[in-house]
């Protein structure tokens, strides 16, 4: 069960827009393990406070952020940055090798002139595929199926 503080791990809450208000707010789905696992290295990789984390089932997304759509953070991870501007999939790993130094060695390799396709492709190909490598929480009523079928 995700808590309005959504967690990585039920003993690790992470930081909320509330707890960081100008921290970078960092939409990934909170139902997926593989998902969560990733945030929290983010997380963990943040020493100054650089981001804030919400789950995309929470309501403050409808609120907040109308402009983007379920069906688009159920496809790929989105950042919206402190000037409100928004970063998704492959652009958002982009965006954060610039921003975190653990990931300061990844930007040459990401910033390749011309490679934004390519990592795009790989980050969809990770993308469809995550629920088999994390699996969910809730997935009783069948509503994760669809991601099975690829």
Known sequence: MIATSTTA???????????????DVVIFDGHCRFCRAQVARLHAWDGGQRLAFVSLHEPLIAEKYPDLSHDQLMREMVIVDRFGQRHAGASAVRYLSRRLPWMWPLAPLLHI????????WLYRQIAI????????????????EVHFRK
């Open 9 to 23: 791990r039920a003993e690790t809450p992470l930081p909320t827009p509330a707890d960081h208000p100008r921290a």
């Open 113 to 120: 002139p011309l490679s934004l396709p390519l990592w795009q």
């Open 129 to 144: 595929r995550r629920y088999r490598w994390g699996r969910v929480d809730d997935c009783e009523s069948g509503s994760c």
